[in-house]
């Protein structure tokens, strides 16, 4: 089992929809995740972090950790064209300070 | 406040050579770790520098090394450059809040071909 894994997509979603985003991780990495969105042919830019079971909120975005599964999620209220995306789960590695492991990203089209 | 800068942006290099990327991490932020992005391999791991000293690494040959300066500055040198390398390179910088809960900020990247 890969460290962290995603669903590459696409996830395609109409206007104005929920998107949900999700990732699992294995034991190999820490309690800390982060998920970032990254542009076609651009670098990659923080959205949310989370580190305590549970939800996240931040305007439209939702992020939920659930240790005992594994499981990490990003939701997306209301979402935009603009969201169009890929979106990449990390998490930080078991050996701690700032070694970040990235999931494959999942390729999110919002289309109107 | 300025976001992390890198440079060059972009480079085309021929096998066998070497090249030196450079990376500024923003104002206050001790922590630069640099990634490899490739369509195949995704974001992989290089390595993290912290008060000049390296802490992390990741599975990459030795042709790959970075130092950072005193200023938090770093730069990352690939020798003997391979057809292989060419990839999205991104340099993050992190301030240290702490070791599980600090957030990393990626620069623009360095888009590298070799040829």
């Known amino acids: 089992q890969k460290e962290v894994e995603q669903n590459s997509g696409p996830l395609s979603v109409p206007e104005g929809a929920i998107a949900s985003l999700n990732c699992t991780y294995s034991?190999?990495?820490?309690?800390?995740f982060f998920w970032y969105r990254q542009y076609s042919g651009k670098s990659p830019e923080l959205i949310m972090s989370?580190?305590?079971?549970g939800d996240k909120e931040d305007g439209r975005f939702t992020a939920q950790l659930n240790k005992a599964s594994q499981y990490v999620s990003l939701l997306i209220r209301d979402s935009q064209p603009s969201d169009s995306a890929t979106y990449l789960c990390?998490?930080?590695?078991?050996?701690?300070?700032?070694?970040?492991?990235f999931g494959a990203g999942t390729r999110l089209a919002v289309h109107p | 406040k300025a976001g992390v800068t890198q440079t060059p942006r972009y480079l085309i290099k021929t096998r066998g050579q070497q090249v030196t990327l450079s990376c500024s991490p923003i104002?206050?932020?001790?922590?630069v770790s640099w990634y490899q992005q490739t369509p195949g391999q995704g974001l992989q791991f290089l390595f993290e520098?912290?008060?000049?000293?390296?802490?992390n690494k990741g599975n990459f040959p030795g042709r790959f090394s970075g130092r950072q300066f005193s200023n938090s500055r770093s730069e990352m040198n690939v020798s003997t450059l391979e057809l292989g390398d060419s990839a999205l390179y991104l340099c993050?910088?992190?301030?240290?809040?702490?070791?599980?809960?600090?957030?990393?900020?990626f620069g623009q990247g360095t888009r590298l071909t070799v040829v």
């Open positions: 993050a910088s992190s301030l240290e809040q702490g070791i599980w809960n600090t957030e990393a900020f």
């Open positions: 034991d190999r990495v820490s309690q800390s």
């Open positions: 104002s206050g932020h001790r922590s």
């Open positions: 989370i580190y305590s079971n």
């Open positions: 990390a998490a930080r590695g078991s050996g701690g300070y700032n070694k970040l492991i």
């Open positions: 520098y912290f008060s000049e000293t390296q802490r």
